[in-house]
């Protein structure tokens, strides 16, 4: 079925572009090459661009190949996996399709093994959750619900009800990416319609959950900044982390693009409160980026490696075919950067620029991922943080647009 375009970004993320100072060279040979370490997940669209079918497999390392979709599974379409725990990757429905949760298990051979799956009520519209212990999960709803379940036994387990946090004009929130900081899970919400398209002033709102008790123990928000719609979720979530001195980060997605008036960057709750602190936040919209001349509209993705490092996806406006309004499927206007969290400052990354529906940033061993859907060719390309250098290309290449991996370790 035909799938509303924000909603299917709810699941991408962006990636890439050019700078003129680093090398580029293929991988070295990878010591981990035949052990099916990397599962991979792409995504073939139909003609109107947001229909189509997501196929997910793992392959053998990062040695440079051509991949197909024979021995892939079909999951939801536009929806990346959930999260990831151990060997086992759990993946939602495809929004307006079946109401299947499902596990898969990595095999000692590398091939992947429906391991369990139930049903969520019907009309649910899961749009993402996390993995909280063995027998501990939740699941974000697009009906002020959260959904908790056991994912040793794939049984859900209760609905927790959060309608009454809906904001002015808005029947119940939406939720963003959840972070889980001891026993406690911060959830943002969001006061969107059912684009995803933020409604009333700029602001960004939080709960916190005491995950034993699955109890509301504090709300709280800002809105100074302009900031809105923390915590896009995408699959396995990293648009929220912790640093090395305990802060929490989270990124803020504005409007997606869409709107400039909701502002997109990302905001900081220190070690010992539980407050957005208001000496951080940090607005993108007018950010310099160190070799690129335009502005974004959008932090997309990001990952943290470390040590004040981010890595992450900006959509350039400058970049669109159509000046005021983006085609996530055509326009290559997103680019890959690497953000100072400490200096506040942004590099752009010697990576092709590529569209929203090849969106994601993942660690492999000492290098990262980036998902590309160039000019030239789509699949993953590889990145050295520490020598600037990177692939001559896609080192595997996919068919259609390359959604989402992850290296089991």
Known sequence: MKTTPILLMAGFVC??????????????????????????????????????????????GITPKTVDNSQAYQIGFGMPPMDVAGNDIYTIPDYNGSNTFQKWTKQADGSLRKAGSFEVPVSSFVTHGKIYSEEKGYLATRTGKLLT???KTMTMTREIDLSEYAGEGV??????????????MYVPLWQTNMQHQPMGDP??????INVEADTVVKYFNETQSGLTSAGYPYGVQ?????????DIYYVAGGAFSMDPKYKTGILRIKNGTQEIDPEYNWVFNDQVIDGEPGKTVWLASTHYLGNGKLYGLLDIADYWANPSMPNWTRDRSVISVEIDIYAKTVKKLPIPRTC????????????????????????????????????????IKVPGFPLWCYQFK
């Open 15 to 60: 990636v890439a572009v050019l700078s003129l100072s680093s090398c580029k060279k293929d991988p070295k040979p990878d010591p981990d090459e035949g052990k099916k370490d990397l599962a991979i997940v792409s995504m073939v669209t139909n003609p109107d661009g947001y229909s189509g079918t997501s196929w997910m497999q793992v392959i053998d």
């Open 149 to 151: 379940f056991n994912p």
């Open 171 to 184: 029947s119940v929130p939406f939720f963003g990416s959840f972070f889980f900081d001891g026993t406690l």
């Open 203 to 208: 602001m960004i709102e939080f709960l916190i």
């Open 238 to 246: 990293k648009n929220c982390f912790k640093d090395e001195r305990g």
């Open 356 to 395: 929203a529906y090849a969106t994601h940033v993942s660690p492999y061993n000492d290098l990262l991922l980036f998902s590309v859907w160039g000019e030239h060719d789509s699949g993953f390309y590889t990145y050295n943080p520490s020598t600037g250098e990177m692939s001559d290309g896609s080192v």
